[in-house]
C-alpha cells in the first residue's frame, strides 16, 4: 500500500464565483507559457508557484449550514484525511466559516502559506498522509 501526503488549504470566499476564479486555470495561461510573469491560476501566484499540476488538485465550495464532516466527506479519500483535518481546525480554531477546501499532492508547492485579501481568507492547514 503506498502512502503520500497532500497539502491542504481551507477558506472562507465570498462567494462561490470569486472562489472558481481564484483556483481555476487561466485558459491564457498555455498561449503565454514562455513568460515568467504569468501564473496558471490566481491560486499557484498566491503560492508564488507559476505552474501546477491541475489534474492533482482537487477543490470545492461547499456554503450552508452544515459541519465540515457534511461539507467535505465526498471529496477523494476523505474518509482517511477529513478526521485529522477537522483535528487540526480544532486546535487552530479558526474564527471563520469554513466554506471551500483545496489540496493537492505535497511537493507541487514548495512553500505553502495562508493568504488574505479583501475577498477571501485561505488557511494553509498542512500536510496529512493518506494510503492510495
Known sequence: MNTDTLDFWVGNFNSEEDFYEFVEEDEN???EEESDEKYISKFAESQDTIWLDHDFVEYGFEDGNRTI??????????????PILINRLNELNLDMNINSIIFLNRGQIPKPVSVEDDLFSLVYVGGIEYSA
Do not use: R, V
Open 29 to 31: 495561461f498555455y498561449m
Open 69 to 82: 464532516y457534511e461539507k467535505f466527506a465526498e471529496y477523494s479519500f476523505a474518509e482517511q484525511w477529513l
